[in-house]
């Protein structure tokens, strides 16, 4: 396994853990939220996932948009970081921010699922 693709891995884990985590202050009405490192790390952390994925892409030449895996892997990643904003910041509802907060986990899910088979459709 190559050191770049440790390291997607490795932020990829981190992103969800601290998704699922901030999910959970979320239900609790939890303070921790207001933290500022709470609203900065993810952000970092993200970054560093983006780009390594950038140059694990360009490594294996496999490209969005001509890949059709990469381009299904790009397009819910989009749904994750949009259902994410929706969960963590704009749901005009607790309840509503718990179920987009269910519905982003089982994206990454499916990201994950396609980057491990290369396969647009997966099966669980």
Do not use: E
Request: hydrophobic share 60%.
């Amino acid at each position: 396994m190559s050191f770049i693709k440790l390291i997607h891995i490795l932020a990829a884990m981190i992103s969800i853990s601290g998704f699922i985590l901030r999910g959970i202050w979320i239900i609790k009405n939890s303070p921790r939220l207001q933290q500022r490192w709470v609203r900065i790390v993810p952000h970092v952390n993200d970054t560093i996932l983006l780009i390594a994925g950038v140059m694990l892409a360009i490594s294996i030449q496999q490209y969005p948009f001509v890949h059709g895996w990469l381009t299904a892997k790009i397009l819910a990643l989009l749904t994750y970081i949009g259902l994410g904003m929706v969960a963590i910041r704009h749901g005009h509802s607790k309840q509503l921010r718990i179920v987009i907060w269910f519905a982003a986990i089982l994206v990454f899910a499916y990201i994950v699922g396609v980057a491990r088979t290369r396969q647009v459709f997966i099966l669980f």
